[in-house]
């Protein structure tokens, strides 16, 4: 699929940039990415995606008329984020941490945030590139690419080099889109299969907390999770807060 490509140094979200370059589209598929923005959004409201330039990968791919009945949509987006990583970077243990967080040594290293908007659907991605992509107050909770490889701190990382990045997610969720076995290949990659986590239900901020072992997902994209009473429970929204140690 051919990608219509716009590239800004500064913006206030590539989402947003991207809802108002697809208004005047020829194409049923764009990119917009940015060297930096002021206010990239979270999944949840009132969080906020943090970057610099050169150090960072923002941008928003937008898709035309995209069933908006297709499942697990997020998750086949951070399921193409991941597998064109790996595939670009060998040797980078990338993982998925429901429902759209792409992990590496446990912390995280890159965000998406999904929507529909007329007949467009739009997936905005933050990555972290390198150290100086992030704050030092988020030091233990945060990483990067150049982190994760164990490799020394570059010296930036170019349009080009960006635009790449951009492109290769971009095509590999195009190529997910239409396939059967997304939902395993997401569970190969699946971060704390096997481990019981602390799980808020709904609204991060106000849902109920709950726990349990992760199982894996539904072929709907809900997380699966096994209850202190060995049933297995679906959930479809809500927020893994971390592993439970015994």
Not at 141 to 156: C, F, N, V, Y
Request: with cysteine.
């Amino acid at each position: 699929m051919e990608f219509t490509f716009h590239h800004v140094g500064e913006t206030a979200s590539t989402m947003g940039l991207a809802r108002e370059s697809a208004a005047g589209s020829r194409t049923g598929a764009l990119i917009v990415l940015a060297d930096s923005q002021i206010a990239g959004r979270g999944r949840i409201e009132g969080r906020s995606w943090s970057g610099s330039p050169s150090a960072s990968l923002l941008f928003t791919l937008g898709l035309r008329g995209l069933d908006q009945g297709l499942p697990a949509l997020p998750l086949r987006v951070g399921l193409a984020g991941a597998c064109a990583l790996r595939s670009r970077y060998p040797g980078l243990d990338i993982r998925l941490k429901w429902p759209n967080d792409l992990m590496a040594l446990n912390k995280k290293m890159g965000g998406i945030l999904c929507e529909f908007s007329n007949e467009w659907f739009f997936a905005g991605i933050g990555l972290n590139l390198s150290r100086a992509a992030y704050p030092d107050q988020l030091a233990c909770k945060a990483t990067s690419i150049d982190e994760a490889l164990g490799r020394e701190e570059r010296h930036g990382y170019g349009l080009k080099a960006r635009k790449e990045l951009a492109f290769l997610i971009s095509q590999a969720l195009v190529s997910l889109l239409a396939d059967e076995t997304w939902k395993e290949d997401y569970e190969k990659l699946m971060w704390a299969v096997g481990e019981e986590v602390a799980f808020t239900v709904g609204h991060p901020l106000l849902g109920q907390s709950e726990g349990g072992i992760i199982l894996g997902v539904a072929n709907s994209g809900a997380l699966l999770l096994k209850d202190k009473n060995g049933k297995t429970r679906s959930f479809t929204s809500g927020e893994i807060s971390g592993l439970r140690r015994t």
